[in-house]
């Protein structure tokens, strides 16, 4: 029994293991096995490319420019045998302009689609080519918001639009039909909310039925601005600039409303205040909010206009300032801080050759150093000089 017992045993372990050898078996490759034409390094599993470095911060360059007005004697200077070229008073402030990643001004006139004779103030009706020179000195966007922007009714609204988008630039301020309080633009990926508001319209708010003026228009209303900046923010805006026109007039001292105002605004949100319309440059403050200082430079000043001390008795109307925002983002954390301004004083220059009258827009510092390539007598460096030390007060660039 016990023999018969370990013959049935050693059969069936014969059986099992015949049964798994049945079982496939991927045999090892041999050198000779793999195909010649196949490399190594596609026999070897691709690794996972290693991420991009990501800059810790993006650094960016912001530019405000002040008012943009075309009088009568601008105008006539700009003439050429084929319209009009306004490119020439803008060729000194060009370089700053350019440099700066992102380039915003106030637009301070209208244009007709009728066929209407040009005229400055006060109902102003300009050659549209002024935006040409615009667009070739190299700014981005425009504020429309002001109060002259129904000089030419609504059909002067809609031609500003229509005439800033043909040239491919950006606005904010009015609109065609839709109220549209603010711009957001992604500048080398920080997104700049930037809204802007007129406080006057001139007396011609009956040119628009209260329907139309609610819509076309950004006049200032603080609740309205409040949510406006909230709303910006909740589309994605990082950093809130609010670009306004009011004030009082060749007044160099910002009024209680403007700081009041201000303060308002820098509490619930706004991250820098600039301000146009005085036509003369205002003071500038720095109010604290919580953890953060807001900036307010309550006028910038003229740009480009004819206002001077021959034609208002007002030297100070000569004078005007871009301001550089230079702005940056953690890439890490998000944060998003304006880390320093920098007030570039210009002042318009005002000659006649030939008994053409010709305008320059001086960066006043290289004027001084004798950087330009323009002959400057010794009167104006006069003037420069004082004009330099105007902006310099009323922007604390002393103390910088």
Request: proline share 4%.
């Amino acid at each position: 029994m016990k023999r018969g017992m370990r013959y049935i045993i050693a059969v069936l372990i014969l059986s099992i293991l015949s049964g798994c050898s049945s079982v496939y078996t991927q045999p090892e490759a041999s050198q000779t096995d793999i195909d010649e034409n196949v490399t190594r390094e596609e026999l070897t599993p691709a690794l996972e490319e290693p991420p991009e470095t990501v800059e810790k911060n993006t650094e960016i360059d912001i530019l405000f420019a002040g008012d943009i007005m075309l009088h009568m004697p601008q105008i006539n200077s700009a003439k050429v045998s084929l319209g009009y070229d306004f490119t020439p008073p803008f060729q000194y402030v060009k370089p700053y302009v350019e440099k700066a990643d992102f380039a915003i001004a106030n637009i301070e006139t209208s244009f007709s689609d009728k066929d209407k004779p040009f005229s400055g103030f006060p109902l102003f009706n300009s050659p549209v080519e002024i935006l040409d020179a615009i667009k070739l000195t190299g700014f981005d966007l425009l504020s429309t918001a002001n109060n002259h922007v129904l000089d030419q009714g609504r059909d002067g609204i809609i031609k500003m639009i229509d005439e800033i988008d043909k040239r491919e630039l950006l606005y904010v301020g009015t609109s065609k039909d839709i109220y549209t309080p603010y711009r957001i633009v992604d500048v080398e990926g920080i997104k700049i909310g930037i809204m802007t508001y007129a406080f006057y319209l001139n007396g011609l708010n009956s040119r628009l039925t209260d329907d139309e003026r609610g819509r076309m228009i950004n006049v200032f209303e603080e609740k309205r601005a409040i949510k406006d900046i909230e709303n910006a923010k909740a589309d994605g805006a990082e950093f809130i600039i609010l670009f306004l026109h009011w004030g009082n007039e060749y007044q160099t001292t910002a009024s209680d409303y403007q700081r009041q105002t201000a303060k308002t605004l820098a509490e619930n949100g706004a991250d820098i205040i600039i301000g146009s319309h005085p036509h003369v440059i205002q003071d500038s403050e720095t109010i604290d909010v919580g953890n953060k200082k807001v900036n307010v430079f309550y006028s910038l000043g003229n740009f480009y206009s004819n206002q001077r001390k021959e034609t208002m008795g007002n030297s100070l109307t000569e004078d005007g300032a871009m301001l550089n925002l230079h702005i940056v983002k953690d890439n890490l954390s998000n944060e998003v801080k304006l880390e320093r301004v920098t007030p570039i004083p210009t002042w318009v220059y005002k000659r006649k050759t030939n008994e053409k009258n010709e305008y320059f827009i001086l960066p006043v510092k290289d004027a001084l150093d004798g950087n330009l390539d323009i002959d400057l007598p010794e009167g104006v460096l006069t003037r420069l000089k004082k004009s330099y030390e105007d902006t310099s007060t009323q922007l604390n660039l002393y103390k910088n």
